[in-house]
């Protein structure tokens, strides 16, 4: 049988995960995933451990008045209260989406810019101003926050038994950032997933998950492989045209909750 067997929330994109045992979604996914980010205050343009790895050490606890707690070792607590209606708008970009959303305010600001060492903003999406999904997969209506490109992603724990395997070490499920994981599937079988079913809520596979040198970086200590494990055995037996793929992306067609244990159906 199927079952759900980890869940995750990334409150701040690119920084590090909440371990949950159930939670809601809403029309974006997770409750709270990935609904912040850090940008370059100069330019705009986001921030995430491809070029920052410390930002791996970076804890966003989310509240459920949707602010955050920022903190790190070395570093003081912060809360982030949620912006309200009249705060600052910001122009950011994200990938090839430019779009403006509320800035989290000055104290916020010099928080990060001391982590990250540069002038840096904290800014937060509302589900308003949330973001389109790559044209050409899912629907024209789906949208997605601050995650790369779609609102979910799921792993079945056979696959990455799979590849620590080939590799010679276990590796960590958190370098791949899923949302969902889900036990008793054989090894990528989420490759062929259309749509599945877990407690109230379906769900629809849009896109294979093509991964990144992040996947490098060990979500404990923040530092980068020096022989390039995971992604260089990845690159051996699940390069596509696409790039090498890990997971599957997935959107949600309804809201509800998740728990660990619930049973999951492949629908499709």
Do not use: H
């Not at 970076?58 to 949620?82: C, E, F, Q, R």
């Not at 910001?90 to 060492?117: C, M, N, Y």
């Not at 404990?220 to 992604?231: I, L, V």
Request: net charge neutral.
């Amino acid at each position: 049988m199927l079952r759900l067997s980890a869940l995750y929330r990334y409150p701040l994109k690119s920084g590090k995960a909440e371990i949950l045992q159930q939670v809601g979604l809403d029309k974006l996914g997770v409750d709270g995933d990935r609904r912040w980010m850090l940008v370059d205050e100069a330019s705009g343009r986001f921030l995430t451990q491809r070029a920052v790895a410390r930002m791996s050490q970076l804890s966003a606890l989310w509240n459920s008045k949707g602010g955050l707690t920022l903190s790190s070792p070395g570093y003081p607590p912060l809360d982030v209260a949620l912006p309200g209606g009249n705060a600052e708008l910001r122009g950011v970009t994200i990938w090839r989406d430019t779009l403006r959303v509320p800035d989290a305010g000055d104290a916020a600001a010099a928080w990060v810019s001391d982590f990250i060492g540069k002038p840096t903003r904290l800014v937060q999406i509302p589900l308003e101003r949330a973001r389109t999904t790559e044209a050409g997969y899912g629907r024209d209506d789906d949208q997605v926050a601050f995650a790369d490109g779609y609102p979910l992603l799921v792993i079945g724990q056979a696959s990455l038994d799979d590849l620590s395997q080939r590799i010679g070490r276990p590796m960590e499920m958190l370098r791949f950032r899923p949302n969902l994981v889900i036990e008793g599937s054989a090894a990528f079988a989420e490759d062929n997933w259309k749509r599945l079913r877990i407690g109230d809520v379906e769900f629809r596979a849009v896109k294979p998950c093509s991964r990144c040198i992040l996947t490098t970086i060990d979500p404990q200590t923040g530092e980068r492989s020096a022989d390039r494990e995971p992604f260089a055995t990845l690159e051996t037996y699940r390069k596509t045209e696409n790039g090498a793929i890990f997971g599957q992306n997935l959107v949600n067609d309804g809201i509800g909750r998740l728990e660990v244990g619930m049973p999951v159906t492949i629908l499709e």
